[in-house]
């Protein structure tokens, strides 16, 4: 039996992450203030969070509650790293978007844990109004409500951003669980989501049956992002602003194999985007 | 903009005292960088990819007009792929086979809230899902699959061993939800229906305290929606199975950007037997 969750409990029982430096720092009356090396993102100088334990295998179980403390005091430490370097250094911005965001993007990206946008296009805090689910999917408006077209309608209606970016990537787990999917009836919430990519898969085992199941998978992760963007004009304030040229759609495949980026942005030619059944883009170009 | 710029050069030109730079045109600047780099050639690539992003940043500041997206992400990431690809070999190779991350992290959308950023997650660490406000919805086979998903992946696939959902300050999801009218009337097609999700958080907001201003009535509610959250995920029957197995545990947390503050919290439970006949 869960107990019931009493939040008032727990108030007083919160770290709050500023206030143990303060505790540690001794009777004196000003904090000492405890200089931390900056983080960097070499593995060299901070504690990466478990990866060097990675080998292929899954990570084993963690019973240790030892070790776990060890994982949360890591992300202290980083956060007042985040503070002391960049928050504090950059105190004039913060104060600025304390008032209000006004990103010129929405990301909708995975969530795989290697793919985040921040870390590959170097979006700074303010640029980047983010979704994150399994395999960058955006379903239609006609398949009701959703976290994703929730997130979009804030974006586009209330922030106005100008840009909106679908990014895929390689080896993308939620496209390799649609591609290997049957009809078999069994359920689970990751192949009924990825489902919304399915005239993608069909697509990929039309044009590309011959190629083995990864190649295939490759090109089912840039066709998805494709149907994607097309559901993305299936909302009709998207489509209008795209029409009249207020917001640009645009596509990106991370392949993190090679460290290449591709980008293209969908061209809105009159009431279509499509002809014959390809998506029209322009100013396609791949970066090496 | 300008204090970016000066920091870049204090990294090339080490030899020069801080005091000095401010009365330092932009010629002299460059003279010294082009003098360093010909004595460290192999500083080339670094300084290149630098000079890049501040000539973008700064094309950006003189001109806000001019924003060019495709710029700015392509800038983003040569500097990714020569600072952090490139100089971790060992690590994008690894993650290239396969990612282990022991987070599974839930934040809101809100461009200033990455966790990338405030926690500094590396690649290959936090499994991220990003939606508005934040919000985990309650188990439910077909509303709302896209969450489902994301925890089925991250808990049966990945096993995480963490779960956090980190709310945050002037949430516009949160202040959306609080300024739903009481008669339930929605003026979004899709927005309030969303936010709906943390309705008890409301519910127990304005009944214990009605008397603080709206705003502050707000702040309680981000933080009391992130326990609604953390109980809607306990309805999960594989999370319910982790949790109960020790092998996953749930923590709350709060951003607070306007006074540069981090909370976590647990969400603990302890079955303790009441009765053996």
């Not at chain 1, 090109?219 to 209008?240: A, F, G, M, R, V």
């Not at chain 2, 000539?55 to 800038?75: G, H, W």
């Not at chain 2, 999700?197 to 707000?218: D, G, R």
Request: aromatic fraction near 10%.
């Amino acid at each position: 039996m869960v107990n019931p969750f009493p939040g008032k409990w727990f108030r007083s029982k919160a770290m709050r992450m500023n206030d143990v430096d303060d505790i540690q720092s001794g009777p004196s009356s000003s904090p000492k203030i405890i200089r931390r090396p900056p983080v960097s993102s070499s593995e060299a100088s901070s504690k990466s969070l478990g990866l060097q334990e990675f080998t292929g295998s899954k990570v084993q179980n963690v019973n240790n509650s030892g070790e776990r403390l060890d994982l949360f005091d890591e992300l202290k430490r980083r956060f007042l790293s985040f503070k002391k370097h960049k928050y504090l250094e950059e105190l004039e911005h913060f104060q600025t978007l304390k008032e209000a965001q006004s990103p010129k993007f929405m990301v909708i990206a995975c969530a795989d844990s290697r793919v985040c946008p921040s870390t590959i296009l170097g979006f700074r805090p303010g640029e980047a109004f983010m979704i994150r689910n399994v395999a960058n999917l955006v379903p239609p408006v006609e398949s009701g409500p959703s976290e994703t077209n929730a997130a979009l309608e804030f974006a586009v209606k209330t922030l106005e951003v100008e840009n909106i970016l679908i990014i895929g990537h390689s080896c993308c787990g939620g496209i390799q669980t649609l591609m290997s999917m049957r009809d078999n009836g069994d359920s689970s919430f990751i192949k009924s989501w990825v489902t919304n990519g399915k005239i993608a898969k069909l697509r990929t085992e039309a044009a590309a049956n011959h190629l083995n199941f990864d190649q295939q998978c490759r090109i089912c992760e840039k066709e998805s992002i494709n149907h994607s963007l097309l559901n993305l004009l299936t909302y009709p304030w998207i489509k209008d602003r795209v029409r009249k040229g207020l917001l640009f759609v645009h596509g990106g495949y991370y392949d993190f194999l090679n460290c290449t980026f591709e980008k293209w942005t969908l061209d809105f030619k009159g009431s279509s985007v499509e002809e014959r059944g390809r998506s029209l883009v322009r100013d396609q170009e791949l970066w090496c | 903009m300008a204090g970016k710029f000066t920091k870049c050069m204090m990294l090339c030109c080490s030899a020069k005292e801080p005091e000095d730079m401010g009365s330092e045109s932009y010629e002299e600047a460059i003279a010294a960088l082009s003098k360093l780099l010909s004595d460290k050639a192999d500083l080339g690539s670094v300084a290149a990819a630098k000079i890049k992003q501040i000539t973008a940043e700064l094309e950006a500041a003189a001109d806000p007009t001019q924003f060019d997206p495709v710029k700015r992400i392509e800038t983003g990431f040569f500097h990714f792929k020569k600072e952090k690809y490139e100089k971790n070999p060992n690590l994008y190779g690894t993650l290239a086979k396969g990612q282990s991350p022991k987070f599974l992290v839930f934040a809101c959308s809100d461009s200033r809230v990455c966790p990338s950023h405030i926690l500094n997650f590396q690649p290959g660490e936090a499994f991220m899902v990003r939606n508005i406000a934040n919000m985990v919805p309650p188990y439910e086979k077909t509303k709302y699959s896209g969450v489902g998903a994301a925890i089925e992946y991250a808990v049966l696939h990945l096993k995480v061993e963490n779960i956090m959902v980190i709310g945050h300050s002037c949430c516009g999801g949160i202040k959306g939800l609080m300024s739903i009218p009481d008669d339930g009337t929605t003026s979004s097609d899709f927005i309030e229906q969303w936010v709906s999700i943390c309705a008890p958080a409301k519910t127990k907001v304005k009944s214990e305290n009605n008397e603080l201003s709206f705003s502050e009535q707000c702040t309680n509610c981000e933080k009391e929606a992130v326990n609604v959250s953390l109980g809607n995920l306990l309805t999960y029957p594989f999370v319910r199975e982790a949790v109960v197995k020790k092998t996953l545990v749930l923590k709350g947390a709060h951003y607070d950007f306007v006074n540069g503050k981090f909370d976590v919290w647990n969400l603990n439970f302890q079955i303790i037997p009441t009765l053996a006949v």
